[in-house]
């Protein structure tokens, strides 16, 4: 902390935690869902290894020194780049040898012809499919488009930011002897794939096969990203048995995914859409599947997946090329279009994020263990394990249980293990309050999907103009509440993605809002006034970046709604003069409250764990609102006496004459005291309650708007 003067005169203290040595630590694994690999490939002195910037490359990444190197250091490197792993040479035979793609065949009457025929139509009807999902790796050409990538990122972006601690436990995690890699990915911009796959080419981890999902691209640009590493879902997979194939494209997939695990060529699959975001897309549970079968059945040993987060200033998209061009393909000439047309302005900086790695395998058992435990009382959970028969209780258990191999329970499990996974890795929570020692206390909450994705300047910036200074507000009084939403950030031990001086980087942020602000110089304070635009696009851009908050602040929101639907039934019955601090909330009206709310609420929307219960997620709200300082607990009479021990005047009944040591189960519920709390103010935080309501209040509108058109008496059928 260090005190700065602006031009009008007034004292801010500006928090610059990014020159200390205590850092948040995001992304560590579930420990619910993962307990082994939580030690695994981490270490605490990984964090103070600073940062890189990805789009920033010297003689230093070369194995030359001189002018001339200087100069071409950019190509030397992209040139020197290893493969440490490519696609086997005879992988067509291997997929047409799968144990799969035979069983689709021998499954599939040939009529009169002959055998040889037959298994001749079925062999090229497999590699076609083959064709149309990969293409082998072209090295000239992934070096010259990797050499044209860097110059375009280094023109985009001011600085492309990795973590070197989470790059070197990703590179542990890739000597594991056996283990493949899977990278479990955000989607924030048609770029994205383009930009990681570059990222693990140039940090040594090997040219990914990345999925492309949904995007409906030209023969050319088809052929191009083939060659780059990309794959794509078969043509046909969606049809079922209306043709000869049906089975063909999706045992072709399923045979590909093994022999890339088996080659460990890393994979990267995207978990949404950039126009959906945090929903686990239908492309991302068709290629989940896969990995989940080839582990089941044995294909590889394990596989160690790694959520990945993506964090821009503003992303390379822009906020209506998603949906331009329809069903039209996108085409190479859109693509280089789109490029020159991003060259003209700066797009600020970009974040990359790798969290810890964890193991399938061990995802896979806990979650089904958990299942097989689900509505058993606790004597038969608890009683073999003490008794020492859990492994006789286990056996018993297996031959009273039906037959888990049958194809209706194999297909019902995978969907469930892959939904599980999938909304895992995209929802993570990972937030925490306090220092090292209450983080680690808390860590067991922590999940690992974009837990790990870092906030940047803009979006704070877009949060408080929108949420809180709507109508304008003064640059001194919006770098004084940016330093403290950077620090109630940084305290919910969530990364930023950005440094330097308070006052830069508000300049910064603004000016890539653009033309959705607007500033007044004012000549006799000789500050700033700042004013956003008023308009349903300036809104929807502002709640758009403003978006990266709410997993961060979410328990509150919730919260902070509960309370506010409690003031707006108390309404009627408090006086005009009303204040706050008078005001004294029920804990189960605000359970009842929350819960209502963590209901109708989407998990991946707020960023909470499914594996975490919702009677847990209420508690865990209920201490964030007291932690912020939202809610105070009242002290009730009869709890003063039960622990107060300081001297008092002497009576005939002692305080501890009141306490039942008995162990009876006698006491109604009617004499048990009901827990109550006082609304605050915050020290230092004011206006915190409407804030956090405020930055829940576009989700919960878009409710409200569902609703009331679903009330109409004349809707359309």
Not at 18 to 39: A, E, I, M, N, V
Not at 669 to 691: D, M
Request: aromatic residues 6%; charged residues 20%.
């Amino acid at each position: 902390m260090k005190t700065w003067v602006c031009d009008s005169g007034q004292k801010l203290e500006i928090f610059i935690p990014f020159l200390g040595k205590y850092r948040p630590l995001t992304g560590r694994c579930c420990q619910t869902c993962t307990p082994r690999s939580w030690d695994g490939f981490y270490h605490a002195q990984l964090s103070s290894l600073g940062f890189r910037s990805a789009a920033q490359v010297t003689e230093e990444d070369t194995r030359y020194r001189g002018w001339l190197v200087r100069r071409l250091c950019c190509f030397l490197a992209v040139w020197n780049w290893k493969v440490p792993a490519d696609t086997p040479g005879d992988l067509p035979e291997r997929v047409c040898r799968s144990k799969r793609v035979q069983d689709v065949a021998a499954g599939q009457a040939c009529g009169s012809r002959g055998d040889s025929e037959c298994h001749r139509q079925w062999k090229e009807k497999a590699l076609e499919v083959l064709a149309g999902i990969q293409a082998p790796l072209c090295l000239p050409v992934l070096r010259l488009c990797s050499w044209a990538l860097l110059r375009l990122l280094s023109r985009l972006f001011l600085n492309v930011q990795l973590h070197r601690g989470q790059l070197e436990m990703v590179l542990r995690a890739a000597r594991t002897p056996g283990v493949p890699l899977v990278f479990l990915s955000t989607h924030k911009s048609r770029l994205d794939g383009l930009l990681l796959s570059f990222l693990l080419f140039s940090q040594g981890l090997g040219v990914p096969r990345v999925t492309v999902g949904s995007l409906t691209c030209s023969p050319r640009l088809r052929a191009l990203l083939g060659c780059l590493g990309g794959v794509f879902l078969p043509t046909r997979m969606e049809q079922k048995s209306n043709g000869q194939d049906g089975g063909l494209p999706g045992a072709v997939l399923a045979s590909y995914v093994e022999e890339v695990l088996r080659s460990q060529q890393p994979l990267l699959i995207f978990l949404e859409e950039p126009c959906a975001p945090r929903r686990l897309s239908a492309p991302a549970r068709e290629w989940l599947a896969p990995v989940y079968r080839a582990v089941r059945d044995g294909a590889v040993p394990d596989v160690l997946l790694v959520p990945v987060g993506i964090a821009y200033d503003l992303a390379p998209d822009g906020f209506h090329g998603d949906g331009a061009h329809g069903a039209q393909p996108l085409g190479l000439g859109t693509c280089l279009w789109a490029a020159c047309r991003a060259l003209r302005r700066r797009l600020g900086c970009a974040r990359v994020d790798f969290a810890q790695p964890f193991s399938l395998q061990e995802f896979v058992a806990k979650n089904l263990s958990r299942r097989s435990s689900t509505g058993k009382p606790l004597d038969q959970l608890l009683l073999p394990t003490i008794l020492g028969m859990h492994q006789l209780h286990s056996k018993r258990a297996e031959a009273e249980s039906p037959d888990p191999g049958t194809a209706a329970s194999l297909e019902a499990e995978e969907e469930m293990m892959v939904t599980k996974l999938g909304l895992h890795a995209l929802s993570g929570k990972g937030v925490c309050w306090g220092g090292q020692a209450e983080a680690n206390e808390r860590l067991s909450l922590l999940a690992d999907g974009v837990a790990c994705s870092a906030v940047m300047a803009v979006g704070i910036t877009s949060a408080l103009l929108l949420h809180k200074h709507r109508e304008g507000v003064l640059l001194s009084r919006l770098m004084s509440d940016f330093a403290w939403l950077l620090e109630e950030t940084l305290l919910r031990q969530r990364d930023v993605g950005f440094s330097g001086q308070l006052r830069a980087l508000v300049q910064h942020s603004l000016a890539l809002l653009g033309a959705r602000v607007t500033l007044y110089r004012l000549a006799p304070p000789g500050d700033i006034l700042v004013v956003p635009e008023a308009s349903a696009e300036a809104w929807w851009e502002l709640g758009h970046h403003s978006m990266a908050l709410l997993p961060v602040f979410a328990s509150e929101a919730v919260g902070a709604c509960a309370i506010r639907a409690l003031l707006l039934e108390l309404l009627p019955f408090l006086g005009a003069a009303a204040c706050p601090s008078s005001i004294t909330l029920s804990q189960d009206e605000l359970h009842r409250k929350t819960l209502a709310l963590l209901r109708l609420l989407p998990p991946s929307l707020l960023g909470f764990q499914p594996c975490q219960p919702l009677e847990h997620q209420c508690q865990d709200v209920l201490d964030k609102l007291i932690l912020c300082g939202l809610l105070e607990a009242e002290e009730l009479e009869s709890e003063r006496w039960l622990c107060d021990l300081s001297p008092r005047p002497f009576g005939k009944r002692q305080p501890w004459a009141e306490v039942d040591f008995t162990d009876s189960d006698s006491d109604s519920e009617a004499t048990i005291c009901k827990r109550c709390f006082k609304l605050r103010e915050p020290e230092g935080s004011p206006g915190l309650l409407l804030f956090l309501c405020r930055l829940l209040s576009p989700v919960l509108g878009t409710y409200a708007r569902a609703v009331a058109f679903l009330e109409q008496p004349s809707w359309p059928q």
